[in-house]
């Protein structure tokens, strides 16, 4: 979870997701020792261990989607705005 603490919120470049996919393949490397492309794809089935790709584009979408819906005077303003 640190690891993505931010990207939410952050506009995250290219070059940022790629040294985040970096440091969680070394976390699993460390982990589980060499894991082919296969192998990773199975660990990411099994255990939800997704790429960063997909997980920053979901944080992103879910904190969107809730700071539209938020009952909060000042986020629907700035939400308003956003969406024109």
Excluded at 23 to 50: C, P, T
């Amino acid at each position: 979870p640190i690891l993505y603490y931010g990207t939410d919120v952050c506009p995250v470049k290219s070059a940022d997701k790629q040294s985040l996919q970096f440091a969680l393949n070394k976390i699993l490397f460390k982990i589980f020792g060499y894991l082919s492309k296969n192998d990773r794809q199975e660990l990411s089935d099994l255990f939800g261990v997704h790429s960063i790709d997909v997980v920053v584009s979901e944080k992103q979408e879910n904190f969107v989607r809730k700071f539209s819906e938020a009952d909060d005077f000042l986020c629907t303003i700035i939400s308003d705005m956003c969406t024109v």
